[in-house]
């Protein structure tokens, strides 16, 4: 696989709830109110220490858009996903 590089994020930060890996900056945040089929969700306009998956299409609310799941590169959990 290769050597981990991972970014350190400096400030007020979400990080994965398996590994504690730094994801986002609370600055990046740009709305609270969406919603997933696990709760709540956040919009970030940029992330750090993620891989993406495969692109997709998937019915929401809003209509079909094309979407990848994000994984931490640490531990491989889903932490959510980004329009593509």
Not at 10 to 18: A, V
Request: proline content about 1%.
């Amino acid at each position: 696989m290769g050597r981990l590089f991972l970014v350190n994020l400096e400030g007020k930060i979400y990080s994965c709830k398996h590994c504690k890996t730094q994801l986002a900056l609370c600055d990046d945040i740009v709305s609270k109110s969406f919603h997933c089929r696990h709760g709540k969700a956040y919009l970030f306009s940029k992330v750090a220490n993620v891989t993406l998956g495969p692109m997709e299409d998937r019915l929401m609310m809003t209509g079909l858009h094309t979407v990848a799941d994000i994984f931490c590169v640490k531990c491989g959990s889903v932490v959510g996903w980004t329009y593509v």
